[in-house]
């Protein structure tokens, strides 16, 4: 009678964490292209961790302009991230700490996010980077992966004008 209590606990216990998420580390290099324009302005840059929906499941970075200009405040402009900003952007009271900076030059850019204090639950999921930029153009490329991940995984996907390569690395 009592061989069934050795087997039940291990099953109540994995039963109080199936709902939880799997932290993971990601590592992501965005490649902004150099541009031969008159007038070139740096791009704005939102990228987010969306759920099979297409809603966002995480934030990672917005980067634009943190200056006042003639025109008004850089955020007037973060409506022109416009898969972001209807997804949820427009929501966020900006600047947010560790989340926002400024517009970023031409070269690799990179972001490590670890989620071990909110992980996301396992499943399907996409790496999202959009951009753009005045007197330019927009651009936003995906990158699937899936969660939990048993050993580093590394994919890509190249924008064709207004991003380059987007590096997604995903650590355990």
Not at 6 to 11: A, E, G, Q, V, Y
Request: aromatic residues 8%.
């Amino acid at each position: 009678m009592r061989n069934w209590v050795p087997r039940l606990i291990p099953s109540l216990v994995a039963g109080l964490f199936a709902h939880q998420g799997v932290a993971a580390e990601l590592n992501v290099k965005v490649a902004i292209p150099q541009i031969n324009t008159s007038e070139y302005h740096r791009p704005y840059v939102a990228i987010w961790v969306e759920k099979p929906d297409q809603s966002i499941a995480k934030n990672l970075a917005v980067w634009y302009s943190q200056k006042s200009g003639a025109e008004g405040p850089g955020t007037k402009w973060l409506k022109d991230l416009r898969q972001w900003w209807r997804k949820g952007g427009r929501d966020i009271q900006m600047p947010m700490d560790g989340l926002s900076g400024a517009t970023r030059p031409v070269g690799d850019q990179s972001l490590s996010y670890n989620d071990s204090k909110s992980p996301l639950a396992p499943g399907e999921y996409r790496l999202v980077v959009e951009t753009a930029r005045e007197k330019g153009g927009r651009e936003l490329v995906r990158i699937p992966f899936s969660l939990p991940v048993k050993k580093a995984e590394t994919q890509k996907a190249s924008g064709q004008v207004e991003l380059g390569t987007v590096n997604l690395e995903i650590k355990p």
